[in-house]
C-alpha cells in the first residue's frame, strides 16, 4: 500500500482541519518513514524476491517494530500524544492516532501474510491484496482520489502555490505509484531504505501545500480550524 495511505491521509482533513496536510500525511506514513532506520539499524530486513507478491517484489522478513499491530499501537498512541502536548487539540490528536494505526490495517489488506501482531509473536497475518494487479489498482487510486477529492473541497487555495503545489503532489505521488508498481525491482535493500529516507520530502511537500491553503469552514466536518 503506497497512494492508499496518501487518500486516507488528505481525506482526514475532513474531520482533522486543525493538523497540516504534512502532519496527517507523516501519521499515515509513520511506520513507513521509521522503516528505514530500523533498516539501516539492521533490527529489520527486507529481502527483493521478484514474484513474491503480483505487484510487489519484497519479502519482508522481518519488521515488528514498525509494522506488528502492536508498534503500531505504541507509535500511534506516541504521536498522537506528542500532537496533544503541544496543540491541546483533542481531536486532531485522536485523528492522528487512528491515521498512525490505520497504516497497519491498509498494509494488512495489501501485504501476505507477513505482518505479526507483536514483536516476538510468529503469527503472521495479510489479506494478499497485492496477489492481484487489478483489485490493487482499483483499491488504491480509489482511497487516493477519494483523499485528494476531500482534500480539495475542504481546504481553498490561498494562492497560486496552493492550487499548483496539491496538482504537483498528485502527479508526482501517481508517477512515483505507477513506476513502483510496473517498473522494475529495486537493486538492493540499500536502495529500498534510500528510498524510503526520500518519503521525508513528501511530507515536507505536504506541509508547503498546507500553508498555501486554508480550510473551508463550511465544508470541514469539525468547524473549529484553526492554523
Ligand atoms: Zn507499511
Given at each position: 500500500m503506497f497512494i492508499g495511505h496518501f487518500g486516507v491521509a488528505m481525506a482526514a482533513k475532513h474531520v482533522a482541519p486543525a493538523p497540516s496536510l504534512g502532519t496527517l500525511v507523516m501519521a499515515a506514513m509513520w511506520v513507513d518513514l521509521m522503516w528505514p532506520l530500523f533498516l539501516f539499524l539492521g533490527l529489520e530486513s527486507v529481502d527483493i524476491v521478484p514474484g513474491v507478491t503480483r505487484v510487489v517484489p519484497l519479502d519482508f522478513v522481518s519488521y515488528p517494530y514498525t509494522h506488528s499491530l502492536l508498534a503500531g499501537a505504541l507509535w500511534a498512541a506516541l504521536l498522537g500524544g506528542v500532537y496533544y502536548a503541544l496543540r491541546k487539540d483533542r481531536v486532531g490528536a485522536a485523528w492522528l492516532?487512528?491515521?498512525?494505526?490505520?497504516?497497519?490495517?491498509?498494509?494488512?489488506?495489501?501485504?501476505r501474510p507477513d505482518l505479526p501482531l507483536w514483536p516476538g509473536g510468529t503469527a503472521r497475518f495479510g489479506l494478499g491484496m497485492w496477489n492481484s494487479m487489478p483489485l490493487t489498482l482499483a483499491v488504491e487510486l480509489v482511497l487516493f482520489g477519494f483523499g485528494a477529492w476531500m482534500y480539495a473541497r475542504t481546504t481553498r487555495a490561498r494562492d497560486r502555490i496552493g492550487s499548483l503545489s496539491f496538482a504537483g503532489l498528485l502527479l508526482g505521488l501517481l508517477i512515483i505509484y505507477m513506476s513502483s508498481v510496473f517498473g522494475p525491482p529495486p537493486p538492493s535493500p540499500e536502495a529500498i531504505a534510500y528510498t524510503g529516507l526520500a518519503l521525508w520530502l513528501l511530507v515536507a511537500w505536504a506541509y508547503w501545500i498546507d500553508r498555501h491553503r486554508t480550510v473551508d469552514s463550511h465544508q470541514a466536518f469539525a468547524g473549529s480550524a484553526h492554523a
Open positions: 492516532g487512528a491515521l498512525v494505526l490505520s497504516h497497519w490495517v491498509l498494509d494488512f489488506v495489501a501485504h
